[in-house]
DNA sequence: GTCTATAGTTAGATAGAC
DNA sequence: GTCTATCTAACTATAGAC
């Protein structure tokens, strides 16, 4: 079972420098046979062959299946956790104008790699529990942050009094969501439905009330 | 593998009528399988264990384990519409007062029944294409009704002039998020988050903008 | 309608040649 | 580092007794 080919995504470099070219080739095989199949029903088979290899040598690179998941979903979690702490948006002093930036890159991000993405919100519960317990860790700095960036806006006036954690919450779920249905050759652009977003995050925390 | 045992919903009812009691055992069983640990990872063993058969005897309720997975994400998709389309729902005049008892009703199902309503989610794609289809088209009767509603109050000038159909894509996403993280002894009754939801749809169709 | 036993298949992972 | 061949285990589903 080969991997959806309208499964696609912008993601030439999204795997860690210190691997070799055939374990990162390995790993654009893996995430887009997850993204279609699930990981249970991905063959070490189907990763191998999509570059041209037989079952065994995967196993040459990575000690096993597991190991390939756990390596897609840090990295993702890694590389989006650095995407919305870009120094240039931690600089910004305004609340609304900062939250918009990191909605927006939030968003961006996940649309841009959303077969990665995907695998990282939906694949997350078949990793050993050692693994699964990395990831948390990492996921609760994402939504620390953007915790943060609300907190600190309803301390300073910017936002409505609203409830932080749940607001925050909806918010991510805006985003995490899309990779349910996103597709690159849909509408809207990356960089459009990160801009929407933004927008929706701010009405939701909008000072007046309706 | 057993389900895990967090993984429990308020789902007496939600089976076809016509199944035998012994059917339904089966499928209680299934969906809290499936929830837990993905329908691959899950295995007719752990679906009949968990209500004391033999894994053979699974196979004298249901031709396939597919078709377990099919029955379960069936009744939860027409549950769900049922519910949204109550006739005192329908009868409401006011476009926000509709929209409001729409997107609580849709939030609060999820919620209280949030294991089912996971599997209806997150294990459709491992459906074969015709069931798939099936389904897809209860979604997109789902997904009309909400934009329907959304339309109406735009046209009569309840709500702002947004882009109806990505506004309404994002109201479907913030409930359908929370099957990933909902569960029923943590802090949010289904009903008060039924609530918070609707006021956060109506948030994002404030007339004056922000 | 349930059981035990098992057929038939396929998976993840390894052995050993090159 | 890659291959072919294969081991071992587990799965879905069936056969046939009761």
């Given amino acids: 079972m ?21 374990q990162r080739g390995l790993l654009s095989s893996a995430v887009r046979c997850f993204a279609a199949n699930g990981f249970h029903a991905t063959t070490t088979r189907d990763i191998a062959e999509c570059v041209g290899l037989s079952p065994a040598a995967l196993y040459v690179h990575f000690p096993s299946k597991e190991l ?9 979690h890694e590389r989006v956790l650095a995407h919305i702490r870009d120094p240039a948006i ?4 305004g609340s609304a104008e900062r939250l918009r930036a990191i909605v927006s890159a ?5 649309a841009r790699h959303h077969v990665t993405a995907r695998v990282c919100q939906m694949e997350l519960n078949h990793l050993t529990p050692e693994h699964y317990g990395e990831i948390v860790e990492l996921r ?4 620390g942050y953007f915790r943060g960036a609300v907190a600190r806006g309803v301390a ?14 909806a918010m991510l779920s805006l985003t995490i969501d899309l990779v349910r249905w996103y597709r690159l050759d849909g509408p809207d652009s990356p960089e459009q439905l990160g801009e929407f977003y933004a927008d929706l995050a701010l009405k939701l925390l909008a000072p ?3």
Same sequence: chains 1, 2.
């Fill in 106 to 110: 939030y968003t961006v991000w996940h």
């Fill in 68 to 76: 390939v998941l756990f390596e897609v979903i840090r990295a993702g």
């Fill in 208 to 210: 007046d009330g309706e």
């Fill in 140 to 143: 609760h700095q994402t939504n």
């Fill in 90 to 93: 931690v600089a910004l002093e």
């Fill in 2 to 22: 080969a991997a959806d080919p309208r499964l696609r995504d912008h993601s030439p470099d999204l795997w860690r420098a210190d691997l070799g070219e055939v």
């Fill in 156 to 169: 300073d006036g910017s936002f409505a009094k609203v409830d932080v954690k749940r607001v925050t919450r």
